[in-house]
């Protein structure tokens, strides 16, 4: 149930003040941890296997890799909690895990939150999840990703606009990003805001619902050390603020962010080497004779101790058994201690939580928005992103007029002779291709980002498949059809096709219609494919496969059974077809020599011409019609792609 608390103290200035008090009251030692490891998150003997890659081409994988070994721990209210080990650990992995984030391979063990056993939809929403990759619209600024965010999540019916605008202040303020909010994201073309404010803007996403846990995913890697520094000191003051449970990986954190943390899980090959508090874990080592330092960064430390040594076999036996010792002495330790490794008794003198003001959550596992308020909001993002993209739309409108003037110059005021047919029909089937290569490859690159924002949004339960589809497509076409729209009107009058209005118009319509396909090709390939390289790469095979059966390159009763089913779904064909009747219907040739007009060879109609080129199967109406029949069975493609892709089976358990 939800309360309704939109002008609680926790909110705006007064939340952002109690921020700035808990983020001087920096590490102690057990004076951060918190009592209710129950009413947080806990697991226990996690395990989970993969199958190893079977030998031989074939043959089926029988042997599996043990990743997590029987882990268990907790992470309570307002506590921070690092996941810390070489690469290959399983940092990932055991983060994925209690995230229910794994898709494939054995997953056993238990995990709780709050107590009880986690319900998959409801959990995504109880909690945030910050995946490594910041997936943000680059065209948007600070204010406005972490706005949509709001107002997609935040259920209408129990959030007012203003109170959505409010959390949108409170979330910027929390993440101190009050300087840059009306800077854009940027990318490598245009540049935007720090890494570190990216990153703490990607938080501020997954932050809008004030969630009760927050897992960070390497939340620091590919920053600088002071960056890095402050989203941590950021993400602890928020966890102390808004009592929120923080379990992050980190790679080789300074020593100050390893400070920062009050507990620590040391993991090597899927075992735990050292769980608990990070002011006891350098007393632990010591105990167990490795002595760290005073000036040494005990991060440094203890990922040294528990690497694997390469340079030669001796030290690599030698570091093999070091860390077996380590591990057996903390499942010793672990088996010695009656209570759960991560909990920890409470510091009376702590200043109870439960004071703190609580924002109003979400806690429905239902959708935010009606559908058609869900379509507005995505229509209204994807078109600030597409209009705001300068060098795209330059690059649209740039190649339709250097193919235009090179097309009509090279086409220039067709005749009718006899030489100017061939011309002419060439005229026609250039039009389909340039249109298909020109709209499919370059919308692939926007719309496979999109895809993946829209897979980390939908993780969080955020909108419907068939919104954020129907948003791209209708934002996506307006452009196609303009900028084509002017390119196909200069071509032909430049090309002097038939000057009649019917036939002008019914050019343009069949030269619409095949952008409209074109453009839900693009997105069925896109959403088949989801990276961007291998289907940029892909589209042109396809495109090429429907021009080989278009009907102009080879002879349709030639082909093969196998393959000539390929002529009924290839769009050029319909196009072309369409094209070739509304332009050579009605026209009249001449022989290049009068005295041979009666003579064999010469076409003296356009009518003949459709017949000699095979051009005559179908009528425009239904070229058109099957256009239509394409667009839908792309668009079919497209979204069952989609939502099979953005919404995998996680393992849960
Ligand atoms: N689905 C899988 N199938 C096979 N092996 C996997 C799978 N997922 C992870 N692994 C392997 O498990 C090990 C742990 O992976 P994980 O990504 O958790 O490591 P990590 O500690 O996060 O490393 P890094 O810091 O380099 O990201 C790696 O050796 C990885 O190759």
């Not at 009666?598 to 003949?608: I, P």
Request: net charge neutral; hydrophobic share 45%; with cysteine.
């Amino acid at each position: 149930m939800s309360t309704s608390s939109d002008n609680l103290p926790g909110s705006s200035a007064s939340s952002f003040a109690e921020l700035s008090h808990h983020s001087i009251t920096f590490i102690g030692n057990d004076a951060l941890v918190r009592p209710e490891a129950s009413s947080g998150l806990t697991w226990n003997n996690i395990h989970y296997r993969v199958p190893t890659k079977p030998k031989g081409f074939g043959k089926r994988a029988t042997e599996s890799r043990t990743l997590l070994n029987n882990i268990s721990g907790a992470v309570a209210p307002g506590e921070m909690v690092a996941i810390m080990g070489s690469s290959g650990a399983g940092k990932s992995t055991l983060l994925n895990a209690l995230a229910g984030r794994l898709q494939t391979g054995t997953l056993s063990g238990q995990v709780l939150y709050k107590g009880v056993k986690r319900d998959p939809r409801l959990f995504k929403k109880q909690v945030a999840y910050v995946e490594q990759d910041d997936l943000l619209y680059p065209e948007l600024t600070v204010k406005e990703t972490i706005q949509y965010a709001a107002t997609m999540k935040l259920p209408s019916r129990d959030f007012s606009a203003e109170s959505k605008a409010r959390r949108v202040n409170d979330v910027i303020e929390w993440l101190r990003l009050t300087e840059t909010t009306d800077t854009m994201i940027g990318d490598s073309m245009a540049r935007g805001v720090s890494g570190g404010e990216r990153k703490r803007t990607a938080i501020g996403v997954e932050l809008v619902t004030d969630p009760g846990f927050l897992f960070l995913d390497e939340a620091t890697s590919g920053l600088d050390s002071n960056s890095a520094l402050h989203v941590c000191e950021v993400v602890k003051s928020l966890c102390r603020a808004r009592h929120i449970g923080v379990l992050m990986t980190i790679h080789q954190p300074s020593a100050k962010i390893f400070n920062l943390f009050d507990k620590v899980i040391l993991l090597c090959k899927g075992d735990v080497v050292y769980a608990g508090p990070v002011a006891e874990s350098v007393d632990y080592f010591a105990r167990l004779g490795y002595v760290c330092a005073q000036h040494e960064n005990p991060a440094d430390f203890f990922l040294d101790l528990i690497t694997l040594d390469h340079t030669n076999s001796e030290r690599l036996a030698k570091s093999q058994a070091r860390i077996d010792s380590l591990i057996s002495s903390f499942q010793l330790k672990a088996n010695q201690d009656s209570k759960p490794i991560l909990t920890i008794l409470p510091n009376p003198k702590e200043k109870p939580e439960s004071t703190k003001p609580p924002l109003m959550t979400v806690v429905s596992a239902g959708w935010a928005l009606p559908w058609l308020r869900e379509l507005a909001v995505l229509l209204d993002r994807t078109w600030k992103a597409q209009t705001r993209s300068h060098f795209r739309i330059i690059a649209m409108a740039i190649r339709p007029l250097i193919t235009g003037l090179f097309m009509g110059f090279t086409f220039f005021q067709l005749e009718t002779t006899q030489s100017s047919i061939q011309n002419r029909v060439g005229f026609l089937f250039f039009i389909p291709i340039d249109l298909a290569f020109g709209v499919v490859v370059p919308m692939l690159t926007t719309f496979t980002l999109q895809a993946d924002i829209m897979t980390r949004e939908r993780s969080g339960g955020a909108y419907r498949v068939s919104s954020f589809y129907l948003a791209k497509f209708l934002t996506e076409l307006p452009f196609w059809l303009l900028f084509n729209a002017v390119y196909l009107t200069v071509i032909y009058f430049l090309a002097h096709l038939q000057y009649d209005a019917i036939k002008f118009f019914t050019y343009l319509g069949i030269c619409l219609m095949h952008v409209v396909v074109s453009v839900s090709l693009g997105l069925a390939i896109g959403s088949v494919f989801r990276n961007v390289h291998v289907s940029q790469m892909l589209a042109p095979l396809f495109i090429n496969i429907f021009l080989v059966f278009s009907g102009n390159l080879v002879n349709f009763d030639d082909i093969t059974p196998v393959l000539s089913w390929i002529r009924y779904i290839s769009f050029i064909t319909y196009t072309y077809q369409a094209l070739s009747r509304n332009e050579f219907t009605g026209l009249h040739f001449s022989c290049d020599n009068p005295a041979t007009e009666s003579a064999v060879g010469c076409v003296l109609t356009g009518e003949d011409v459709l017949t000699k080129y095979s051009l005559d199967s179908f009528s425009i109406g239904t070229c058109i019609g099957l256009l239509g029949a394409l667009t839908v069975a792309f668009h079919l493609i497209t979204y069952i792609c989609l939502r099979w892709k953005a919404k995998p089976r996680y393992l849960w358990i």
